[in-house]
């Protein structure tokens, strides 16, 4: 069964302050390990796909890299307008787009 | 372009009543699928569809049925709702079945009474 946790539960930074949340995840074949961005009553945000060991993606402050057992998705000089539950989720291999989903870190950025 | 649309987006039941929630893609996608989100709980995958006319079941399908008959449409019913199934509801939709980038409508926040 695939299984994914994520790391701190909860994360508040001050503005400029770098940080990283981790995601481990168990899965048979990984076909790809999704980030989601997700604000209060909102549907989750699409952020990255990484499908392999050593692949990383950027956007504006935001990094996400891969390995076997974990993602990290790394936030560098966070502004207020970055607070938001990031979500984590994987896909395993032949099963048509199904998600398991982490529970999310959520992260508030002050100034 | 509106991408996934779910309606409604607040509804209130009592225990035992029937309902649908709707969801709606234009981009033409294949894949189709419904998550519900609790606390403290990730979204769990319920029904999902690969195409007009095919569904099968998630995670958490109990209580819950749903059918396909357009690419576009992926109604999900509760037949007789119960308070466990208080939650808030995804509808999703992705291009192909497999690793292709899975897009999320706003939510639909469901409270059985």
Known sequence: E?????????????EGESSSLNCSYTVSGLRGLFWYRQD???????????????EEKEKERLKATLTKKESFLHITAPKPEDSATYLCAVQEAGTASKLTFGTGTRLQVTL | NAGVTQTPKFQVLKTGQ????????????????????????????????????????????????????TTEDFPLRLLSAAPSQTSVYFCASSRGVSGNTIYFGEGSWLTVV
């Not at chain 1, 994914?4 to 994360?11: C, D, H, I």
């Not at chain 2, 699928?33 to 099968?56: F, K, N």
């Open chain 2, 18 to 69: 029937s309902m649908t929630l709707q969801c709606a893609q234009d981009m033409n996608h294949e894949y189709m699928s419904w998550y519900r989100q609790d606390p403290g709980m990730g979204l769990r995958l319920i029904h999902y569809s690969v195409g007009a006319g095919i569904t099968d079941q998630g995670e958490v399908p109990n209580g819950y049925n749903v059918s396909r008959s």
């Open chain 1, 2 to 14: 695939d299984q994914v946790t994520q790391s701190p539960e909860a994360l508040r930074l001050q």
């Open chain 1, 40 to 54: 209060p009553g909102k549907g989750p945000e699409f952020l990255f796909t990484l499908y392999s060991a050593g």
